[in-house]
């Protein structure tokens, strides 16, 4: 029977368990996590609990673990694999208490995830420095908001999980900043104008914007964060989020397989590494992107699970169909939604893609439709053979459909034209008779 070990039982791992176990084909599957609670927890849910919009984090959740454990041949927690033998397939480990203990492998899963960046600035060591990518370190912080001497909060890192923390935050009456080092905040996934929106957004409901400003050390008093100090000015501070990336965890593997530029496992379209034999899914792992021809990170569930389930259905040797994913993003400020997919134009740029784009404002609905809203749509595409590369979409309304149509048309390589001429559904409850997506994409018609 084929032996399979899955180290790490977060998303990835729990995934690659699960659709192993989907297969009905027999195996001895193995999971070892270093941790006993929390796993499978999704982050995302840490803004929610914060700003009390839910009542408990106990349903996000992205398995059933006691259902997993029951049907894997064994499962490890509270076990660190300390060592892997990768040329005698031997996992080495050791459990919390101290006990070793060893086993073989025919195929090996690494599901090890990825850590939060620490911000390497002086007295980054002083208590109230939280990171929140755990429902541990999201129960520590949950915990602190509830102490009077916690009013001045300063979230450092405009990402989508900045933004979102420091509206959680603000909903729990604290005075909040929002440190952000580049010109303006999620400026991953969106262009300026789109992030200026996010920000006039977030003025508007009170939160600080330090935007363009450096931090470069820590105050604290008695081993106690008291302020953060730019190089433009002094902030008194109580508490302080770190909301600043993420690296691969490849300690175990780094050595012996080839990784990319950011220490994640270099896989193929099945996750294989330079190893046959040995998978890599989720954070530790790259993703081939379709657009750019060439490995990305994209650190997401949905690329953790889409990753597990090419790796799983290899293992079994079934037909694994994927050449290539592109990343996509949504974030909720204070009601306004954002969507986005692929490429920004300034990461176009970056990778010397020439391209051109079209905005396009229009109601999501028939004018004489109750709670209608507006909706701003930007779409790019390269310049010279007009295939779709991005794009954002900014509105109160929900239109996480039609972003996911836009990612399907980027993934596809599907040309701006082509999209002007395709044949969308209309209902007055949905959408326009000439949906938002073809007005927009044959409004590029005039440039």
């Not at 084929?2 to 990835?12: P, Q, S």
């Not at 070793?100 to 195929?107: E, I, L, Q, S």
């Not at 990518?133 to 990402?159: D, F, H, M, Y």
Request: proline share 2%.
């Amino acid at each position: 029977m084929l032996k399979v070990v899955i180290v790490g039982a977060n998303h990835a791992g729990l995934a690659t368990a699960r659709y192993l176990l989907e297969s009905g084909k027999p195996l001895e599957i193995t999971l070892i996590d270093k941790n006993d609670s929390s796993l499978g927890y999704i982050a995302g849910a840490t803004p929610l609990l914060i700003g009390k919009k839910i009542p408990s984090y106990k349903s996000f959740f992205s398995a059933d673990i006691e259902t997993i454990a029951k049907q894997v041949t064994h499962f490890y927690t509270n076990s660190e694999v300390i060592k892997i033998d990768f040329g005698c397939k031997r996992i080495f480990a050791r459990e919390n208490k101290g006990r070793r203990f060893n086993f073989k492998y025919d195929k090996l899963v690494l599901a090890t995830g990825s850590s939060q960046q620490d911000l390497l600035v002086e007295n980054s060591e002083l208590n109230g420095i939280y990171k929140m990518k755990s429902l541990k370190e999201a129960l520590l912080i949950n915990q602190k908001l509830s102490t009077r001497n916690c009013r001045n909060v300063a979230v450092i890192g405009g990402g989508y999980i900045g933004v979102e923390m420091a509206e959680a935050f603000q909903l729990r009456n604290k005075n909040v900043r929002l440190f952000e080092i580049k010109d303006h905040v999620l400026n991953t996934h969106y262009d300026k104008e789109f992030a200026q929106l996010a920000q006039r957004k977030l003025s508007e409901n009170g939160i600080e914007l330090q935007v363009g400003e450096e931090i470069v050390r820590f105050e604290g008093r008695n081993g106690k964060l008291t302020g953060i100090i730019t190089r433009q000015a002094s902030y008194p501070v109580d508490m302080a989020i770190l909301a600043i990336g993420f690296l691969p965890n490849t300690q175990l593997g780094r050595n012996y397989l080839t990784c990319f530029t950011n220490g994640a496992y270099v896989v193929n379209s099945a996750q294989q590494t330079s190893d046959p034999d040995v998978y890599a899914v989720g954070d530790c792992a790259t993703s081939y992107s379709k657009t750019l021809k060439d490995q990305m990170v994209d650190f997401s569930v949905a690329n953790a699970l889409r990753g597990s389930y090419a790796a799983a259905k290899s293992i079994v040797d079934e037909k694994v169909i994927s050449d290539g994913t592109v990343m996509t993003n949504a974030v909720k400020i204070y009601g306004l939604n954002f969507f986005a997919t692929d490429l920004t134009t300034e990461k176009a740029h970056k990778y010397g893609i020439e391209i051109e784009y079209v905005d396009h404002e229009d109601w999501v609905l028939l004018p004489a439709m109750l709670n209608n809203n507006k909706a701003k749509i930007r779409l790019i595409y390269t310049k010279m053979d007009r295939r779709l590369v991005g794009a954002q979409v900014c509105s109160k309304a929900d239109l996480s459909g039609n972003v996911s149509a836009l990612t399907l048309a980027v993934q596809k390589e599907m040309t701006i034209d082509e999209l002007s001429f395709s044949k969308f559904f209309f209902y007055p409850y949905f959408n326009l008779p000439n949906d938002l997506l073809i007005k927009a994409a044959q409004a590029s018609e005039s440039r």
